[in-house]
Every structure is written in structure tokens, then in C-alpha cells.
């Protein structure tokens, strides 16, 4: 029996009704894509009809794969403005350490999703990282970015989504608050895995970017690498260190990037007439900062 007849046959059990949907980066990382799957999630659940997501591995290429259904599961969530996103795993929750290794790793209870020091336990280089714990910190953040709450969990626990639902203090709860929260826009620009080209940018406008919450001027741009078109998603790399520090939907073709960058606004009359929409590269609104 194949996995969607599989939760067919558990959930019709309960007069439950499941639909297949496969999803590909692509579905999300385009604009009128992402919304009409947004729309497609949300009449399947106005319906009552529980929709069971995977990957379209068949037609989807290595670099730009999800990658993991903890991630994939994370911007679901965000898309239907979830209550609340669970993720089955192995461990009880969150550690301080490997339960495996350390009996006195403590269990974490609850934290904000955004802190940092989950990586440390948790990242490459961490004791937890082996145990594939680090995607699901990362899908816990991601989650975050779209207003929803996360609990990591041991699917073994008996009745542990019914618990978790009724409140019950089991496994590690991932929380966001509104500073913690970027509009829906912001969400889907940073799950973005493959990008349209590059914008360099010098060190003040990295930093008016990523310490001041400023949209990013033309003068700032130092290079534009790649080619793409007005409205497409960017990275923007910080041009001493080569990191990139966000991604965001630009407001200039690649030809007419290559032209403004470096000027100030002042001599856009006479490039492209009189349009405030044209003052800036990107838009603090559609700009997600990634460090």
C-alpha cells in the first residue's frame, strides 16, 4: 500500500477526508504560484479535507530541493495560518545536549524560536547535529517568520497529538512573538532557495539594511551580478565579507540595475521620468534580512 492510500485508509476510518499534494520549490518561490497554492491549501480545509503535502521529487532537481518535509511542513503552516505546527521526531524535544551521550542533557521546555544559541547546540558543528535536530530548529524559525508556534515531539509518546493540542506540556514549544514576526511577503522571500541574480552592496548600506531596517538605495549597489527582471527575488551580498545578509524582490531589471547603480535618487528624472516607485533597489517591505 503507498502512502497516500496509507492516510486514506487511517483518516477515512474517522470520517476523515485526505487529498494528495505535491509540491516543488518552484510552486513557492513564485509569487502568483505560492498564492494560488495558498489558495488551493485553504479551500482543501474550508472543505474538511485534510491535505497530505510531500515533495514532487519526480520532476524536482538537487538544488533546489527542500530538502527535508520539516521545512516543507514549516511554510505550509505559515501559508494557512496555522495554530499551531508539530513535528514527529525520535527525541522527546530539545536537549541541552545528546540525551544519547549525556544523562544530564536537561530537555528545553520552551523558548523563542529565533534564539540563537539553538544553533550552537544544535548546527553542524554541534553534538545535535548528527540527529538531524538542527533542520527542525530551522523549520521552528521559519514557522516563527509566519506568526506560528512550533512543539518538537517524540512520535512514540501514546495520544501525543491530542496532547500537545490540549495544551499539555510535552516536548520542546518554539515560540514567536510580534517582533519575532515578518509580514506573509517577508515569509515567502526567505524560503527562497534559488535567486534571480545578485546585488553587491558596500558596508552602509549592509548596515542600514540589516541594523536600520531600510529599504536598499541604487548608491549602495556596487555590483549586480546575473541577469533577471523587475520583480524578481535577489540576493544581496555584503561586498567586503561575500555573505549574504538578505533576499528581496527588486524593483529594476538587471539592464536597469546596471544603469542606477551607484547613483543617487536625485538623478532618476532623468533616467526614468518622475516615479516614486523607482526611488529604491528594493523595498524595505519586500526585503527579508538573512543573517
Known sequence: MGLIETWWSALIQHGIQSSQLLLTHDDLSNRSRY?????????????RVLPVINENDTITIDEIKFGDNDTLGA?????????????????EGVFTDNPR??????????????????????????????????????????????????????????????RVVSGEAVG?????????????????LAAHLRMSGSLVVDAGAAKALTEHNRSLLPVGVVEVRGGFDEGDVVEIVHQDTGERIAVGQVNFSSHEAHRVARERTEKFDKIFGSNEDRVVMVHRDNLAITV
Open 172 to 188: 520542546t514549544l518554539l515560540t514567536t512573538n510580534e517582533e519575532d514576526k515578518i509580514i506573509a511577503r517577508k515569509q515567502w
Open 75 to 91: 511554510m505550509a503552516a505559515a501559508m494557512v495560518n496555522a495554530d499551531l505546527y508539530i513535528i514527529l521526531t525520535d527525541q
Open 35 to 47: 498564492l494560488n497554492t495558498t489558495g488551493a491549501l485553504t479551500q482543501l480545509l474550508e472543505w
Open 101 to 162: 551521550d549525556n544523562p544530564d542533557a536537561k530537555m528545553i521546555r520552551q523558548e523563542r524560536a529565533m534564539a540563537d544559541y539553538l544553533f550552537d547546540i544544535a548546527g553542524d558543528g554541534g553534538k545535535l547535529g548528527r540527529g538531524g535536530m538542527l533542520t527542525k530548529i530551522r523549520a521552528g524559525r521559519l514557522a516563527a517568520m509566519g506568526g506560528c508556534p512550533t512543539v518538537i515531539v517524540s512520535g512514540a509518546i501514546d495520544d501525543v497529538i491530542t
